[in-house]
């Protein structure tokens, strides 16, 4: 299997704070990397597909970036709707694994 | 508009066979995969398997190979996950979702709770 390893696995940020999470695989996946987002008692939301292109309906205060098997998530700005749980997954081969999670804290 | 519309929340024994559901609709039901993801209480994201609906054929992680079956029904537009002897640690949330290389979609979870 492919490991995805995220970091941090929780951050405190404040509400307009620039935060960046890395998602780290065990070997090269191109650019077959999701990011989503979910909040308490909800369904994972899709944030970037294919490494760096935003899901329609996105705020573009989100960002992803990377190839092989380094690969960032950004917000550029952080909003209180932010505040949530961030996973990385990779699609490139099955079984299609996730990170392990990032948790955004209020500070 | 895509509607993926999970079965609801279940209640079962240590041993019992349990088979929940995923109804698609607002699409072609046999041009996507459908996949099934685990998060147990407090926990992340884990991907238990995918179904192509329009041949099913079906792909398992290792780690849920043996342990539950994934099918899918394309007259009636819905895929299963089923246990035939469900332990204490299968109680989590299971989601279904429309897998391509990213899941844009996703049905609303069932919880499944297992205790004597």
Redesign the interface.
């Not at chain 1, 099955?94 to 999670?101: A, E, L, R, V």
């Given at each position: 299997?492919i490991q995805m390893t995220q970091s941090p696995s929780s951050l405190s940020a404040s509400v307009g704070d620039r935060v960046t999470i890395t998602c780290r695989a065990s070997q090269s996946i191109s650019s077959?990397l999701?990011w989503?987002q979910?909040k308490p008692g909800k369904?994972?939301?899709?944030l970037i597909?294919?490494a760096s292109s935003l899901?329609s309906g996105v705020p573009s205060r989100f960002s992803g970036s990377g190839s092989g098997t380094e690969f960032t998530l950004t917000i550029s700005s952080l909003q209180p709707e932010d505040f949530a749980?961030y996973?990385c997954?990779q699609?490139y081969r099955?079984?299609?694994?996730?990170?392990?999670?990032t948790k955004v804290e209020i500070e | 508009e895509v509607q993926l519309v999970q079965s609801g929340a279940e209640v079962k024994k240590p041993g019992e066979s349990l088979k929940i559901s995923c109804k698609g609709s607002g699409y072609s039901f046999t041009s996507f995969w459908i996949g099934w993801v685990r998060q147990m209480p407090g926990k992340g994201l884990e991907w238990m398997g995918i179904i192509n609906p329009g041949d099913s054929d079906t792909r398992y992680s290792p780690s849920f190979q043996g342990q539950v079956t994934i099918s899918a029904d394309k007259s009636i537009s819905t895929a299963f996950l089923q246990w035939s002897s469900l332990k204490a640690s299968d109680t989590a949330m299971y989601y279904c979702a429309l897998s391509g290389t990213y899941s844009a979609y996703w049905g609303q979870g069932t919880l499944v709770t297992v205790s004597s």
């Open positions: 299997d077959y999701n989503y979910q369904a994972p939301k899709l597909y294919a899901q749980n996973y997954q699609t099955t079984p299609w694994t996730f990170g392990q999670g | -």
